[in-house]
């Protein structure tokens, strides 16, 4: 939703609270999309001084589900945000130009308030999303989910660190 803060600008010194749905259902990372499984509001409060800049205060809950990176299991990801901001637009020509470069939230005195949850997301998503700190991940060779029981394959040969160690044994021995 876009929001114009034009008009925040003018009435200084004033707050503005207000509450805006968060328009999208599916949050995009690199090639990865992951459905938006639960959302809040984003509850905004903006503010501007007499200098032309405009505190930007937002929160909001959003729960992205996607795979555990070992076994594949879907998971749900919980993002608490707290997002604070500050546009500047007192700024004149370059500096100006290069500030909002940065700041893909705003177009002209436009506020993106998707664009700005988005940007919160990417900062805040894990490196790595597993279903549980000691997740076993799924077998190499038949599949199973090794959280629900071992399936008994035989699986050193797949294990690229297992076929590194027997490469050094092996060379020892030719020696
Ligand atoms: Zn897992
Ligand atoms: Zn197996």
């Known amino acids: ?10 009435c200084r010194d004033q707050e503005i609270k207000m509450s805006v749905p968060i328009g999208f259902d599916v949050f995009h990372q690199s090639k990865a999309e992951y459905p938006v499984y639960e959302k809040s509001e984003l509850s905004l409060l903006l503010i501007s001084d007499a200098a032309k800049k405009v505190r930007i205060s937002a929160q909001a809950k959003i729960v992205l589900k996607a795979p555990c990176d070992r076994c594949l299991e879907e998971v749900e990801l919980p993002f608490d945000l707290c997002i604070e901001q500050e546009v500047d637009f007192s ?35 894990p490196a790595k999303v597993l279903c549980f700190e000691d997740c076993k991940g799924i077998c190499g060779v038949c599949g199973a989910n090794l959280n629900s029981g071992e399936c008994g394959c035989d699986r ?9 160690i027997w490469d050094i044994f092996n060379n020892f021995k030719e020696v």
């Open 156 to 164: 050193t040969a797949l294990d690229p660190r297992m076929t590194a």
């Open 91 to 125: 700024r004149t020509g370059q500096e100006q130009a290069e500030e909002l470069d940065e700041k893909a939230y705003i177009s002209g005195f436009d506020l993106d308030t998707d664009q700005l949850v988005f940007e919160e997301l990417l900062v805040a998503f």
């Open 1 to 10: 939703m876009l929001i114009s803060l034009s008009e925040v600008m003018n």
